[in-house]
């Protein structure tokens, strides 16, 4: 099955290309009377919300295979899978989906502190403004789940980070509360799935949309690599320095590289194979460990 080169969505017959994002195109059927969205995941790999190159090989795959696993293991939360047959050429990366209404909120769930929050709390003490208690070190659980949002920015510009109280403006305050209290319960159930084999899901994002009735529906991908930080829980256990226990099975070795080797400044340049390789693996090891 072909894979599109980065920076291009391929012809699929019987359907129109309609948008694309950082990994995934969209399409439209040409069949008017059909109104789902086919969701074909790609190959291209992004960091710092710039898309790199060169792409993960094999990578849409494999970031369909999970996201269509744990919709499964999440079945009781609408979700926007729709039924029918996918067409050939994309079948191994492609997801049918219902129309959706989307909301411009990422919702991140952090169950340990890391990365941005990290660092945000050696300067503050808080996590996107909420305040945590003293003496935290990098990788540690956190009391509890925090619901971080982050308002979605159009292509090309940066996601920002916003409060609780921003996300009540931006979509009311009904809809803010179950957005939160959805996705804990997400990440509650999929974090006892994954340290049921021996993983810790240490933070993710899920996004949601509504439908022609007002339901809430989780959409997009859901607890892939790309949206996720997972790590292994008997490393996280034992090791000695915070690589160690927090080797993780997604795409922080391409954001520890570009941290390492771009000032942010300009395009960002190109990934060297072994960061592609070494992403590659992890991707293909968490499907494993996961049983997906």
Known sequence: MSTPSEGTAQSIPGWRHIYSGKVRDLYASED????RILVVASDRVSAFDFVLSPGVTDKGALLTRLSRWWFAQLSDFPNHIAEGELPEEVADRAMLAQ?????????????????????????????????????LQNGDRLPEP?????????????????????TVELVGTERAAELRDTSLAIYARAAEIAEAKGLILADTKFE???????????????????????????????????????????????????????????????????VVERTADRYRELIDRLGA
């Open 32 to 35: 008017p009377a059909d109104t």
């Open 146 to 166: 925090l619901f971080t949002p982050a308002y979605k920015a159009p292509m090309g510009e940066h996601d920002e980070n916003i409060t609780f109280e921003r």
């Open 99 to 135: 129309s959706l209404e989307m909301l411009p909120i990422e919702c991140v769930v952090r169950g340990y502190i890391t990365g941005s929050g990290w660092a945000e709390y050696q300067e503050s003490g808080t996590v996107c403004g909420i305040p945590l208690p003293a003496g």
């Open 208 to 274: 949601f949309g509504t439908d022609a009735d007002g339901t809430l529906r989780l959409a997009d991908e859901v607890l892939t690599s790309d949206s996720s930080r997972y790590w292994d829980a008997e490393a996280w256990r034992t090791g000695s320095t915070p690589s160690a226990r927090m080797a993780s099975f997604d795409k922080q070795i391409v954001r520890d590289w570009m941290a390492a080797n771009w000032d942010k400044q300009g395009e960002p340049p190109a990934l060297p194979a072994d």
